[in-house]
C-alpha cells in the first residue's frame, strides 16, 4: 500500500499568514493526488483534484502543487473560515490511502 | 442540486449485520464511480470500498476485505454496503462519495454525503 504522510499534524497560524501544508507519498503518484478540507461533524470537502486543479466553487487562494511524490497545499492569505483539518489522498492505486491530516489552528 | 444522502446506520452488536444506503440526486448515477469512505471517532478518513459505474471493477480496504460487500442499483441511482460480522474497529461515520474518472482509471471523490454513523457495541 502507498503511504502518505502529511506534514506538519498542527499548525498555528494568524488571519492573512500564507500557510503551506506538505505531503509525501511513499512511490510515486505521478499527479493523482487530491486535498480535502473538513471542519468539525462536517463531511470533507474536496479543494484540489489532480494535485493542483481548482475544485469549482473553492476560493482561488488554495493552490496545489507537486508530482511524483512530494506535494503541497498552500492557502494564500489564512481567512477565519479556513481554519479546519486537512487532508491529502492518493488516487492512483487501490486501496486509496490518505494522509493522516493536518489540523490548522488559529494562532 | 447535485447530492449524495447517506442512511442506515445505527447501533448494533459485534458479529451482527448492518446494510447502508446512499441515495443520489442531481446527476447521472450510472457515469459515476462510487466509494464509502469510513471515520472513526477522532482519527482520520479511511478508504472502504469502490465500485465503477458499470459494477465491472470492485476493490475493497484489507479491512473489510471478505466482511463488507459494495453494490449499487443505477435503476435505483444507489449505492449500498452491506456490512458482516462487524467488530467494535469498525464503529465510525460513513460517507458516500462520487467519483468521476479520468481514462486509465484514476477517479478522484467530488461529492461526499454527511453521513452515517454505525457504532458496534455490546
Known amino acids: 500500500d502507498i503511504q502518505m504522510t502529511q506534514s506538519p499534524s498542527t499548525l498555528s497560524a494568524s488571519v492573512g499568514d500564507r500557510v503551506t501544508i506538505t505531503c509525501r507519498a511513499s512511490q510515486s503518484i505521478s499527479n493523482w493526488l487530491a486535498w480535502f478540507q473538513q471542519k468539525p461533524g462536517k463531511a470533507p470537502a474536496l479543494l484540489i483534484y489532480k494535485a493542483s486543479r481548482l475544485e469549482s466553487g473553492v476560493p482561488s487562494r488554495f493552490s496545489g502543487s507537486g508530482s511524483g511524490t512530494e506535494f503541497t497545499l498552500t492557502i494564500s492569505s489564512l481567512q477565519p473560515d479556513d481554519f479546519a483539518t486537512y487532508y491529502c489522498?492518493?488516487?492512483?492505486?487501490?486501496?486509496?490511502?490518505f494522509g493522516q491530516g493536518t489540523k490548522l489552528e488559529i494562532k | 442540486e447535485v447530492q449524495v444522502v447517506e442512511s442506515g446506520g445505527g447501533l448494533v452488536k459485534p458479529g451482527g449485520s448492518l446494510r447502508l444506503s446512499c441515495a443520489a440526486s442531481?446527476?447521472?448515477?450510472?457515469?459515476?464511480?462510487m466509494n464509502w469512505v469510513r471515520q472513526a471517532p477522532g482519527k482520520g478518513l479511511e478508504w472502504v470500498s469502490s465500485?465503477?459505474?458499470?459494477?465491472?471493477?470492485?476493490y475493497y480496504a484489507d479491512s473489510v476485505k471478505g466482511r463488507f460487500t459494495i453494490s449499487r442499483d443505477n435503476a435505483k441511482n444507489s449505492l449500498y454496503l452491506q456490512m458482516n460480522s462487524l467488530r467494535a474497529e469498525d464503529t465510525a461515520v460513513y460517507y458516500c462519495?462520487?467519483?468521476?474518472?479520468?481514462?486509465?482509471?484514476?477517479?478522484?471523490?467530488?461529492?461526499w454525503g454527511k453521513g452515517t454513523t454505525v457504532t458496534v457495541s455490546s
Open positions: 465500485i465503477s459505474s458499470s459494477r465491472s471493477y470492485i
Open positions: 462519495a462520487r467519483a468521476p474518472c479520468y481514462s486509465g482509471g484514476s477517479c478522484h471523490m467530488d461529492v
Open positions: 442531481g446527476f447521472t448515477f450510472s457515469n459515476y464511480s
Open positions: 489522498q492518493q488516487y492512483y492505486t487501490y486501496p486509496y490511502t
